[in-house]
């Protein structure tokens, strides 16, 4: 009988390394993260020099989607290495000395070999979900892509093959000695949310913002919209 | 007489090629968005694979410092090319093709040589402006860092050798024909804001939040916060 729960093997890779008791290789946390973030930091090798370029992405299963464009630099019809990362941040922590002084926050590191999708029934299933995974049965209301457009998009796919998860999700954490110091302290919370959605000027007359966008309410955070989006459009995770 | 604005010249590693209308090369504002900032996703290579790693960072001049410990992978006293790339979110546009459905941000993405600060006074300077920064003048209020947790961080410096932002700040841009369409469209603004500060439940008795957190105040965006603690600890920029 299976009871572990399904993980990610750290490997020499991404084995993380510095504060290793923050390290998390669940895949459900892994998943998480991946599911209530929104850019991903994509890097890639070219002539021996790193490039970092934020993009957008989306996750079915063990596989990542990006648009192509941010990485045209490099793929010609290989496989390439590639790293994403996501990270989401939540809180600022002022300890009582700079040698604790702290972010909080979630981030996955994701390793893999990145490929352009060729095939047109998966080109589609990742373009959907580049809107859907956001903004659930949203594409099926939208002006058609033309087959110019698709043609215009490259997508590129990466399996998780390596990941791992970092987390600090607590407050201060300061030295014993040092809590009896006169030095404040604190904990500041730090939330991405929703402003009030602006309607486009030009709309139609009469059109009306649809159902399925109500989790994109002002002051929800983002990541709990997202969160849903997901797992409605996405039931199985 | 010198009249145009310094800015930093694009190469051919920091053009920005897609959708290059929205590159910026100018200092003022890739400037800006580093002090506006407070993650930073950083790209290294390690035997031909990528790593991007989210860490905090200070700007002091043309200096990008950042902990040692997140690319203790791979400095071993030689200096290594990194891509430092920091990204704001400000919005999400649902267009009313999938085409055109995108993203407000603002993004720099830097390129050097990283090396590792030995010179004491520099990393003194770094160390300082990591915590100030963001906190003008807590430094001088914290425990001093003894000589074990001086040795024991790592500070790394990257000069802006060459950068580019990126900055897509509008709302829908559909196709002139599809304005026509009965599809809704918005912008949604996204926020980074601050919550409300969580003293330290260990605080000695007496001991009362410093005026100079003010600018840290529930609801405020970060990125003011940041620019604002910037500009009062760096007033030259």
Redesign the interface.
């Known amino acids: 009988m299976e009871t572990s729960t399904p993980s990610y093997s750290p490997t020499e890779?991404t084995q993380v390394?510095?504060r290793s008791q923050r390290g998390v290789y669940d895949k459900a946390q892994v998943h998480a993260i991946l599911d209530e973030g929104?850019?991903c930091?994509?890097?890639?090798?070219l002539d021996?020099?790193?490039?970092?370029?934020?993009t957008?992405y989306a996750r079915l299963d063990e596989q990542i989607y990006i648009h192509g464009?941010?990485a045209?630099?490099l793929m010609k019809g290989k496989e390439v290495?590639?790293?994403?990362?996501v990270?989401l941040?939540d809180?600022?922590v002022?300890?009582?000395?700079?040698?604790h002084?702290s972010?909080n926050?979630r981030?996955v590191?994701v390793?893999g070999q990145a490929r352009v999708v060729t095939d047109p029934e998966e080109k589609e299933r990742a373009?959907v979900a580049?809107?859907d995974r956001?903004?659930p049965d949203?594409?099926a209301?939208?002006?058609q892509?033309?087959a110019q457009?698709i043609k215009a998009?490259s997508v590129i796919a990466m399996e998780i093959e390596q990941a791992s998860a970092k987390i600090r999700a607590k407050?201060?954490a300061?030295d014993e000695e040092?809590?009896?110091?006169?030095?404040?302290?604190?904990?500041?919370?730090?939330?991405?949310?929703?402003?009030?959605?602006?309607?486009?000027?030009?709309?139609?007359d009469?059109?009306?913002?649809?159902a399925s966008?109500r989790g994109?309410a002002e002051g929800r955070l983002?990541e709990e919209a997202l969160r849903e989006a997901y797992f409605l459009r996405y039931p199985g995770g």
Chains 1, 2 share one sequence.
């Open positions: 890779r390394k510095r929104f850019i930091h994509v890097g890639f090798v021996g020099q790193p490039y970092v370029i934020p957008a464009s941010p045209s630099r290495d590639v790293c994403l990362t990270t941040v809180g600022l002022l300890a009582r000395s700079a040698f002084t972010i926050y981030s590191v390793l373009l580049m809107v956001f903004f949203r594409t209301g939208l002006r892509s033309t457009e998009t407050g201060v300061d040092d809590y009896d110091l006169p030095v404040y302290a604190e904990r500041i919370p730090v939330r991405t949310v929703l402003g009030a959605p602006e309607p486009c000027p030009r709309l139609r009469g059109v009306e913002r649809p966008l994109y983002l």
